[in-house]
């Protein structure tokens, strides 16, 4: 991924835009292992920042494809929301406005790719055991009720 000109990850003059793929498949989404900051070494959904004069459903296609190897097709967007990392001086080290999208598998074969340590199928009964984030959950867990049909606004 290539970043804007003068705007880095770490310590951001603006919030920096993102996406997230919730990957699912009857009662299964996919988790990655994050291979670098934030979270390195942590379980997430696939994702990562939207490059200038990409759509949104275009960078979650492509984070999607990067990440896992699979081609996706976005159903809807799960969630909008923001994560901000404070560091220990409470200066903001990192701050992301995230779009994270419910998506369906349309070819391909799971395997990790860039940015990812591991990538797997996990069921919704196996989720708390990978840890992910509390906001990660939560997303997954909305994305998978609107997959079965069972989410109401």
């Known amino acids: 991924m290539t970043e804007g000109a003068g705007i880095g990850r770490e310590y951001p003059s603006v919030p920096l835009v993102g996406v997230g793929a919730v990957i699912t498949d009857g009662d299964r989404v996919i988790l990655i292992r994050r291979g670098s900051p934030p979270g390195v070494g942590e379980w997430s959904i696939?994702?990562?920042?939207?490059?200038?004069?990409?759509?949104?459903t275009?960078?979650?296609?492509?984070?999607?494809?990067e990440e896992t190897e699979l081609h996706v097709e976005p159903q809807g967007l799960v969630e909008l929301l923001e994560r901000i990392f404070p560091d220990g001086d409470g200066r903001i080290r990192y701050h992301y406005v995230l779009a994270d999208y419910w998506c369906t598998v349309t070819g391909g074969k799971l395997k990790a790719g860039t940015d990812a340590l591991d990538?797997?199928?996990v069921s919704r009964s196996d989720l708390a055991?990978?840890?992910?984030?509390s906001v990660t959950e939560s997303v997954i867990l909305k994305a998978l009720d609107m997959a079965s049909g069972a989410y109401r606004k």
Do not use: D, F, M, N
């Open 129 to 133: 055991g990978y840890k992910p984030a």
């Open 119 to 121: 990538a797997q199928w």
């Open 58 to 65: 275009q960078a979650v296609i492509r984070e999607a494809h």
């Open 46 to 56: 696939p994702g990562g920042l939207v490059q200038v004069g990409e759509t949104l």
